[in-house]
């Protein structure tokens, strides 16, 4: 008789839930360092900038890098939903940590999930973005994508499957 396993894509499903927030957290890291980087310095080169269609900083530097390039025109330049995407990316990878770390289930594994897969909206709003009103392939903003998808996987392995989870 087989034991029964939450998905997982690394070492388990705990281990890779911590795994790619904090790799998400890095990227985040990162992402605010070009940012600010740049802005003080436009001469500077991220390591991300490869050529005018693939470079990181111009499209971290663009208006959509900033309250995903809508909240300025409804909020107001000031309002907090008006942040850095990173800073906004760096509060939900840290609040999953948070979570995972201190409440309990399946309250954690719902609240979680309901993050990873609002995160694929945003993803896939960027994404089009990038795409089709940036043309640029932003390798940082890529990462992110796939890091969002592989949370909803592992958040949803979490959620679908409770009575696995160890306690």
């Known amino acids: 008789m087989m034991s029964a396993e939450l998905g997982y894509l690394v070492w388990s499903n705990s281990a890779d839930v911590v795994l790619f927030n904090l790799i998400g957290v890095i990227i985040c890291v990162y992402s605010l ?6 802005e003080k310095d436009p001469k500077y080169r991220a390591a991300c900038d490869f050529n005018e269609h693939m470079s990181c900083s111009r499209v971290l ?3 959509y890098s900033h309250g995903f390039g809508i909240a300025e025109g409804l909020l107001g330049k000031k309002h907090i939903l008006n942040s850095r995407n990173c800073n906004m990316g760096l509060v939900m990878y840290l609040a999953n940590l948070v979570i995972f770390f201190t409440l309990w289930e399946p309250l954690s594994s ?3 999930l309901f993050c990873a897969a609002s995160s694929i ?3 896939i709003y960027l ?3 990038l795409a089709f009103v940036l043309k640029d ?5 890529i990462t992110t994508y796939i890091i969002n998808g ?3 996987y592992l958040n ?3 959620y679908s499957h409770p009575y696995l989870l160890r306690h």
């Open 33 to 38: 360092y070009i940012e600010i980087k740049k």
């Open 61 to 63: 530097t663009s208006k």
């Open 110 to 112: 719902s609240i979680m």
């Open 121 to 123: 909206f945003v993803c």
């Open 127 to 129: 994404a089009a973005i």
């Open 137 to 141: 392939l932003c390798v940082v903003c």
């Open 150 to 152: 592989c949370l909803v």
């Open 156 to 158: 949803y392995q979490r």
